[in-house]
C-alpha cells in the first residue's frame, strides 16, 4: 500500500495541492489591508454617530458635519474594499452594498417594532416580544420558496428585487397606514416575506462568482457588510425616533421611522437590480 507520493517538480503536484500550498507563499496586502482599516474606521465611526445625532445625545453643528463626511467616506470606501482579492469585482461590491441595506432593514424592524408596539400600542414586554414571530414566520416562508425556485431555474436574479420591494412597500404602508395593532402584524409578516427572499440568494450568488480560492474572503466581507448595515440601520432608526419624539407623538415619529427604513429598502431594490445576472 503506498502511504505517501513523491512529486519532483511543482508542476507534476495536483492542482488541488498546488492551491493548498500557494497559501504559504502569500505576501501581506497592504494597499488591501490600509483600505479595510480606512473603512473600519470611518464605520466605527458612523455607528458611534449616528446615535448621538438624536435629541437626547445633541451634537454641535461641526460635530454633526463631520460624523456625515465620515460616513461619505465610508460608503465610497465600501466598493473598494469588495474588489481587494476579487476577480468578480461589480457582482461582489453590489452584494455587499445589498447586503448591508438588507440588515439595516432587517435589525431596525427586530429592534425596534417591539418598542413601537410597547409605547404606540399599550402592549406588554411579552406581548410585544411573540409579535415579532409573524415577522420570523414571514423571513422562513420566503427563505424556502425562494430557494426552491432557485433550485427550479437557476435563475434568481429577480429576487431580492422582488423581495427589498415588497419590504419597501410594507415599511412604506407602516409609516402611511392608520395605526391598528392588527395591521402592524400582518404588514411585519409582509417584511419578513420581502426581507427572507434577499441573503439566501445574494450568498449563493457571491459564492458562485467568488469560486473556491476567495470563498472564505467572500464570506468575510458578506459578514462585516451585514453587521456593519444591521448596527447603522438600528442607530438611524433610533436616531431618527428620538429626534422627532419632543415633537411629535410617539406613533408619528415611529411611523416617519418607518419611511426612513422603507426609503432604504427602496435603495435596496434599486441595488439588487443592478447585481450582474449569475447563472447558478
Not at 428585487?161 to 412604506?172: E, Q
Not at 448596527?231 to 419624539?245: D, E, I, K, S, T
Not at 419611511?259 to 445576472?277: N, T, Y
Amino acid at each position: 500500500m503506498r502511504l505517501f507520493t513523491v512529486y519532483a517538480t511543482w508542476d507534476s503536484l495536483p492542482a488541488a495541492e498546488r492551491a493548498v500550498r500557494s497559501w504559504t507563499r502569500l505576501r501581506p496586502d497592504a494597499p488591501g489591508a490600509a483600505v479595510a482599516l480606512v473603512n473600519a474606521c470611518a464605520v466605527l465611526a458612523v455607528l458611534v454617530g449616528t446615535p448621538l445625532a438624536g435629541a437626547a445625545f445633541a451634537l454641535p453643528g461641526d460635530g454633526r458635519l463631520a460624523f456625515a463626511a465620515i460616513a461619505c467616506l465610508a460608503a465610497a470606501a465600501l466598493p473598494f474594499v469588495a474588489q481587494v482579492g476579487m476577480t468578480a469585482t461589480g457582482t461582489v461590491a453590489l452584494s455587499a452594498a445589498l447586503t448591508s441595506l438588507f440588515a439595516a432593514s432587517l435589525f431596525a424592524v427586530v429592534f425596534f417594532l417591539p418598542i413601537y408596539l410597547q409605547l404606540g400600542h399599550s402592549v406588554s414586554p411579552q406581548l410585544s416580544g411573540l409579535l415579532l414571530l409573524p415577522v420570523t414566520a414571514g423571513m422562513v416562508t420566503a427563505a424556502m420558496l425562494s430557494s426552491r425556485l432557485l433550485g427550479r431555474t437557476g435563475e434568481g436574479h429577480w429576487i431580492p428585487v422582488i423581495g427589498m420591494s415588497l419590504a419597501a412597500t410594507a415599511l412604506f404602508l407602516l409609516g402611511v397606514l392608520p395605526d391598528d395593532r392588527g395591521l402592524v402584524i400582518g404588514l411585519g409578516f409582509m417584511t419578513g416575506m420581502g426581507l427572507g427572499s434577499v441573503m439566501p440568494i445574494n450568498q449563493v450568488v457571491v459564492q458562485t462568482v467568488a469560486g473556491r480560492t476567495r470563498l472564505g474572503a467572500a464570506m468575510a466581507l458578506m459578514g462585516l457588510s451585514r453587521s456593519t448595515g444591521g448596527a447603522a440601520g438600528a442607530a438611524l432608526f433610533g436616531a431618527v425616533v428620538f429626534a422627532l419624539m419632543p415633537h411629535l407623538h410617539v406613533v408619528q415619529a415611529f411611523h416617519r421611522a418607518f419611511l426612513v427604513a422603507a426609503a432604504i429598502a427602496a435603495l435596496g431594490a434599486f441595488v439588487a437590480s443592478r447585481v450582474p445576472r449569475v447563472k447558478l
